[in-house]
T-cell receptor
Framework: SQQGEEDPQALSIQEGENATMNCSYK?????LQWYRQNSGRGLVHLIL?????REKHSGRLRVTLDTSKKSSSLLITASRAADTASYFC??????????????FGQGTILTVHP | DTGVSQNPRHKITKRGQNVTFRCDPI?????LYWYRQTLGQGPEFLTY????????KSRLLSDRFSAERPKGSFSTLEIQRTEQGDSAMYLC??????????FGPGTRLTVL
């Protein structure tokens, strides 16, 4: 079953605008990861944020994590047409023996118009 | 290219046939995962290996599915007596103890 839910399901913006995607999850986590997937292809890892971190940056990406609300957000600044893709959050839930099994949400489809 | 590789990239088969997919992880990674993704959904966990040991299998992995990772290197996923519901993208990922999972390009299976 899907643990996370992304919001919105689809987002359409103009090049140069910022895009914000949200993810909610249900159980306690070790970490949360964001991935990008271009149509019909494999997943590209974007960023990992651990449960004891609140914010992380990588280039034009900013990820926040609020473990009290069980939610995360991904901000892409100054978007480009090449950012058009599906974006997934994935959580690594806390278990007795943690081994990194990821549970994905259904994703946000981002379309950036030139 | 030292990323995760998967073969074949596409497989079309008839219902009832057996298929086998291969995954070559990043060489120093001891963890290997298989996921399945259907259209419009996020990937769903199928199974996990640490080195050559298969440590967990999802309920999604029926008796027709089997996975191996001999010698803790590459892995194979076999589906016996394929059904139309098996049509999906099968994704392999690998990681070290640092948790980030790196995915391969996937094998797209179409069962006619």
């Amino acid at each position: 079953s899907q643990q996370g839910e992304e919001d919105p399901q689809a987002l359409s913006i103009q090049e140069g605008e910022n895009a914000t995607m949200n993810c909610s999850y249900k159980t306690s986590i070790n970490n949360l990861q964001w991935y990008r997937q271009n149509s019909g292809r494999g997943l590209v890892h974007l960023i990992l944020i651990r449960s004891n971190e609140r914010e992380k940056h990588s280039g034009r990406l900013r990820v926040t994590l609020d473990t009290s609300k069980k939610s995360s957000s991904l901000l892409i600044t100054a978007s480009r047409a090449a950012d058009t893709a599906s974006y997934f959050c994935a959580t690594d839930a806390v278990r007795g023996t943690s081994y990194g099994k990821l549970t994905f949400g259904q994703g946000t489809i981002l379309t950036v118009h030139p | 290219d030292t990323g995760v590789s998967q073969n074949p990239r596409h497989k079309i088969t008839k219902r009832g046939q057996n298929v086998t997919f291969r995954c070559d992880p990043i060489s120093e990674h001891n963890r290997l995962y298989w996921y399945r993704q259907t259209l419009g959904q996020g990937p769903e966990f199928l199974t996990y290996f640490q080195n050559e040991a298969q440590l967990e299998k999802s309920r999604l992995l029926s008796d027709r599915f089997s996975a191996e990772r001999p010698k803790g290197s590459f892995s194979t996923l076999e589906i016996q007596r394929t059904e139309q519901g098996d049509s999906a993208m099968y994704l392999c990922a690998s990681s070290s103890l640092k948790d980030t999972q790196y995915f391969g390009p996937g094998t797209r299976l179409t069962v006619l």
